[in-house]
């Protein structure tokens, strides 16, 4: 069975839509292994805790962007924000990050590029983008590939990362991508991600929920960040936050598209261009379905869409497939994700491809806690 298969089935055991003798059945085994997980989840925390396991501080100011469930909240737009600002308030920035799903790179790369801890991989060095998406994985390339001046390194040991950042750069502030269950790494500012629209994960841990760890664990948040807020009422969700973190401060967010980009030229044009076009849409992302409903608020027409597992590194034969289905539905484009992108061959079925292809560029909108963003930015950058 396919991996998008056995992904989406699992989703509507966990999330209740499934309610026949196999769903019921396979909730409760998956309940009798979360229980497991919430063992093993909260003897870790408390051995931190308690200073069984020792925490491990770089020698600079650190901040964790992270979330409390699986999929996607939208940490690499909110990565990139935090970013841009502190730089612009003249801080050396470097983003630490495990580089979810990239290639190891071999011991030829290695001995080439002379990197003095063999698995510690430099990006982009604040000047040039070294790495491609493969070697660098998808966030990380995301960013090097969106920021100036700022350092990006891949590490599976985030401590050793942040001391070469250091080291190596001279950076005086790190931004611990997807860091919030990393706890050895410490940190001055804990930011936790919150997705609106499916803000707990069901509360059961994995593989019963989308928790990744308990709710107790919210405590640790200095601000947290309910994001794709637009048009949803957040209060409730701000009550349940409430019952296990009194202190944090509370923001939240959406993502704007603001541009059409051309996958092929590089081109931009604007939103309008999807108002009464007939588009077919392909993406590896973790809730598409927000995807194409974005399409449609922007007048666009979807009239397939082809999903696949979250980070998954698109064939050529299936993007010769949508492209064909494309020329055979007379679409007037294929629109895919800007994380679709860098997993997306250029090359792949240039001969038959009959319509342009585009991603969809977006941008962080803050709908509240606008002074909180900055009183945080402030507070780093002058202190």
């Not at 001391?163 to 950076?171: D, E, M, Q």
């Not at 967010?253 to 030229?265: F, K, Q, R």
Request: glycine share 8%; proline share 4%; charged share 25%.
């Amino acid at each position: 069975m396919p991996a998008k298969a056995i992904e989406q089935k699992w989703k509507e055991i966990v999330s209740g839509k499934r309610t026949d003798r196999f769903a019921r059945f396979a909730r409760g085994v998956l309940s009798a292994a979360s229980k497991l997980f919430g063992i093993a989840v909260r003897s870790r925390t408390k051995m931190y805790e308690h200073g069984i396991i020792k925490r491990s501080w770089p020698g600079c100011v650190v901040i964790s962007i992270g979330n409390i469930t699986v999929g996607g909240t939208g940490k690499t737009p909110v990565t990139e924000t935090f970013a841009r600002a502190l730089t612009i308030g003249g801080r050396k920035v470097a983003i630490v990050s495990r580089g979810y799903k990239a290639r190891s790179p071999s011991l030829k790369w290695r001995r080439k590029h002379r990197q003095f801890y063999p698995t510690t991989r430099i990006v982009h060095d604040g000047k040039n983008l070294l790495l491609g998406a493969r070697l660098a994985g998808d966030e990380p390339y995301m960013l090097a590939k969106n920021l100036e001046n700022v350092i990006v390194i891949v590490d599976h040991d985030r401590v050793r990362g942040s001391r070469y950042a250091i080291s190596h750069y001279g950076v005086d502030t790190i931004l611990l991508d997807d860091g919030m269950q990393h706890i050895r790494l410490q940190r001055q500012i804990d930011v936790v991600l919150i997705d609106a629209t499916c803000p707990f994960g069901f509360e059961k841990l994995l593989p019963a929920g989308l928790l990744r760890e308990p709710l107790s664990g919210l405590k640790r948040a200095t601000h947290i960040i309910i994001t794709k807020s637009k048009h949803i009422d957040i209060n409730p969700i701000k009550t349940v936050i409430r019952k296990y973190n009194t202190e944090a401060e509370i923001m939240s967010c959406y993502y704007e598209p603001v541009s059409l980009i051309n996958l092929h030229t590089g081109e931009q044009l604007p939103l309008e261009t999807l108002n009464g076009n007939n588009v077919f849409v392909m993406t590896g992302i973790a809730q598409p379905d927000g995807f194409s409903k974005l399409l449609k608020e922007y007048g666009a027409t979807v009239q397939r869409v082809y999903t696949y597992p979250d980070h998954h590194r698109f064939r050529r034969d299936e993007i010769e497939h949508v492209y064909k289905r494309a020329s055979n539905w007379h679409a007037d484009a294929v629109i895919i994700t800007e994380k679709d992108s860098v997993r997306f061959s250029k090359k792949a079925g240039l001969k038959i491809r009959t319509c342009p292809v585009f991603y969809l560029k977006i941008e962080i909108k803050i709908q509240s806690g606008k002074k909180t963003f900055s009183d945080c930015i402030m507070n780093i950058c002058y202190p």
